[in-house]
């Protein structure tokens, strides 16, 4: 299918999971294109995506500088602390804040505020990047000296797992911390958004409250 039969799909599915959930707004569908060339990229901004999401710092420039002006690019993956400064003033978003020292290293290389999503690993799999929900609090106090780091909000992904209602619980976990931050009115940590669902679980994380889902194979396809 194209692009753009892929995304009126999901954007079909999506309203009715927040239909469900009683939720009024959809979430932003970023278009991963990790796996893909520029003229796919190019195909989904045509269908009229305008969030895009790569992981890797060269994929990364090379889709931002070919596409037009007004596309939106997110950092999703995890970007070793010697190659912040080849990227970090080109993003809009960056999805994978996960340590003290990644922090230490964009609060030196920006020229300005990047807004950052606090990755968490809420299943906490030994293989995943992230910090756990217990540490949230912590992290984000020790956060309010970078003044190039504004907390827009709180990022997961969920483990490969057909079990719906534990990739449930955990969104609705990541929900309510999510709610739990915004509540504390911090001016370096709004924590308004919430970064969750890819191509197996982007109507589950609708439905628990996601303001933004990442969605690569099942929108632009994956090419090997
Ligand atoms: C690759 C990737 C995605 C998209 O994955 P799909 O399963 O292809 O939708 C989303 N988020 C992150 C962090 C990724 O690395």
């Known amino acids: 299918m194209n692009v753009q039969q892929n995304y009126d799909k999901i954007k079909t599915e999506l309203d009715t999971s927040i239909k469900k959930a009683g939720i009024s707004t959809q979430p932003n569908v970023i278009a991963v294109t990790k796996y893909v060339t520029i003229d796919r990229a190019n195909e989904a901004y045509d269908a ?11 994929g990364f420039l090379a889709k931002q ?15 070793q602390t010697r190659k912040v400064k080849e990227v970090i003033n080109q993003v809009d978003y960056f999805h994978a804040l996960d340590r003290l020292k990644l922090a230490k290293e964009i609060q030196k290389r920006a020229e300005h505020k990047v807004k950052c999503f606090v990755q968490v690993n809420v299943s906490e799999e030994e293989s995943k990047q992230g910090i756990t929900i217990n540490e949230i609090n912590d992290f984000i106090e020790a956060i309010k000296e970078y003044d190039n780091i504004e907390v827009v909000g709180l990022m997961t992904m969920a483990p490969l797992t057909g079990d719906v209602d534990y990739i449930r619980q955990l ?3 990541l929900k309510e911390k999510q709610s739990e931050i915004q509540a504390l009115n911090l001016s370096y940590a709004p924590c308004t958004e919430l970064s969750m669902g890819m191509s197996n679980d982007y109507q589950l994380a609708a439905e628990a409250g996601a303001s933004f889902v990442r969605i690569g194979t099942k929108l632009v396809g994956k090419e090997e």
């Open 171 to 173: 969104f609705n976990t």
């Open 65 to 79: 500088n070919a596409l037009p002006d007004d596309a939106v690019f997110h950092f999703i993956g995890t970007l």
């Open 48 to 58: 009229g995506l305008r969030h895009f999401g790569e992981n890797r710092v060269e």
